[in-house]
């Protein structure tokens, strides 16, 4: 099962789009860290986004109450990503 929602998903790919990227440059590495408590699934782990083209990568954490998607564009927007 994926941490990452499938709106969470449309949404960085529709910020590869906007922004005229490839997404096939762009390598997507979900680590699943959740765990049951007391009958609570809380989805929690973290995604590395890495630039193939070059080689830069962030970290960012994922599941609810996280906005990985925004941070995302919003480092790329920085120029974090090449």
Do not use: C
């Amino acid at each position: 099962m994926s941490v990452i929602a499938p709106d969470e998903k449309a949404g960085f790919l529709a910020i590869l789009a906007r922004h005229r990227l490839n997404q096939e440059d762009f390598l997507v590495q979900e680590t699943d860290l959740s765990d049951v408590v007391d009958d609570v699934y809380p989805l929690q782990g973290h995604v590395t986004i890495v630039r193939q083209s070059t080689l830069k990568q962030r970290e960012y954490r994922i599941g609810h109450g996280t906005k990985w998607v925004a941070d995302f564009e919003q480092d790329l927007n920085k120029g974090a990503f090449g």
